[in-house]
């Protein structure tokens, strides 16, 4: 547990002091967040995987709640920083920029995503409106009841066919996580044996709580604040999409005889043993084991480089990689195809 909240909270000042004085706290925030973290990967490489898994830290849920509070108030003082009247030179406006949109694409998103998993009904609202202040709320319905039901298939939006640049799977993947979180949605409420109000539909929370969140920052910011707030909001979107992208690129699920898909098992999620990046991410790139156990926390996930594909690289590397997308099928598409022959 040490070594999430090492991870985690560091930025969280950085960023702090960073959009409230600027001067060296921005570049702070920035090389913390790229070169830091890239350099203690390469000097514990695979430090977690030795360790031992079940148990190895204790459950999280205070610094997840924590991290999703402090997002809260991090989101604001980042519009202010970058499009309000803060006083930060041009350069510490685009360093605040590219420090703080990557906290919310990585260790927000990652927060967020551990916290709507909770069967607690407050860390999993505290993670829907983290969403929702990424102007991504509909992310919390289509995550677990598409997602997680359809991974590795052509019916879900956010698992990338073989060939399938990032460029063409990000549109095709927001689009289509909308509008399948929605019909998923308005099915369960559909089945519902009392009718519910569509005051309590979520996607109305998303909706008003995404033009809530513009309205505020043209109020106090104006144009400047509501620019800054869709940037950073499309940033740490595309983030999301991209760890989406790389964590299921050309895996899929085999269709059985009866028409059904296999059970969702180890060989369908791209992991990484990298550990400095994933106590910042919060053990993210632990992918199978969350997919197989959604419940299960993520202090817990577990990580078999002997049974679950494993990623050359960290995420935030591999990440980075996916933008270029012939470097990215020159590096990906030997290791799917390795995972498709079959064993001897």
């Known amino acids: 547990m040490l070594w999430f909240s090492i991870a985690t909270l560091l930025p969280v000042a950085f960023l702090t002091l960073a959009g409230l004085f600027g001067g060296i706290f921005c570049a702070v925030a920035v090389l913390y967040q790229t070169v830091f973290v890239y350099v203690m990967d390469r000097l514990v490489h695979g430090a977690a995987a030795r360790r031992g898994q079940d148990g190895e830290f204790p459950v999280g849920q205070g610094l997840a709640v924590f991290l999703g509070l402090a997002h809260l108030a991090l989101i604001w003082i980042a519009v202010y920083a970058i ?51 990424l102007l991504f709320g509909h992310h919390a319905s289509a995550h677990p009841k598409v997602h997680h039901i359809w991974v590795a298939s052509d019916r879900d939006p956010n698992s990338p066919a073989l060939n399938e640049s990032f460029y063409h799977f ?20 559909a089945k519902a044996h009392t009718p519910a109000s569509v005051l309590s539909h979520p996607y109305l929370a998303y909706v008003s709580g995404a033009a809530s969140m513009i309205i505020a920052a043209a109020v106090f910011w104006g144009t400047g604040g509501v620019l800054a707030l869709v940037a950073l909001t499309g940033y740490a979107q595309m983030q999301l999409l991209v760890s989406d992208y790389v964590q299921h690129y050309g895996l899929r699920r085999t269709l059985r005889d009866n028409g059904k898909l296999e059970p969702v098992g180890p060989q369908h999620s791209w992991n990484t043993p990298h550990f400095y990046s994933s106590a910042l991410m919060l053990n993210a790139p632990r992918h199978s084991d969350h997919h197989m156990h959604p419940l299960r926390s993520y202090p817990s996930l577990r990580l078999d480089e002997q049974t679950m594909p494993t990623l050359p690289r960290s995420l935030p590397v591999m990440g980075t990689l996916a933008l270029f997308p012939h470097f990215w099928r020159r590096v990906m598409n030997p290791r799917v195809a390795a995972l498709e022959k079959p064993t001897q």
């Open 170 to 189: 990000w549109p095709r993947a927001w689009i289509g996580s909308f509008r399948a979180g929605l019909e998923a949605e308005n099915r369960m409420r």
């Open 83 to 133: 499009g309000g009247p803060s006083g930060l030179s041009w350069l510490e406006r685009l360093a605040c920029f590219i420090a703080f949109g990557l906290f919310f694409g990585q260790v927000s998103n990652a927060n967020a995503h551990e916290l709507i998993h909770k069967q607690a009904r407050f860390p999993r609202r505290l993670g829907i409106l983290v969403y929702i202040s």
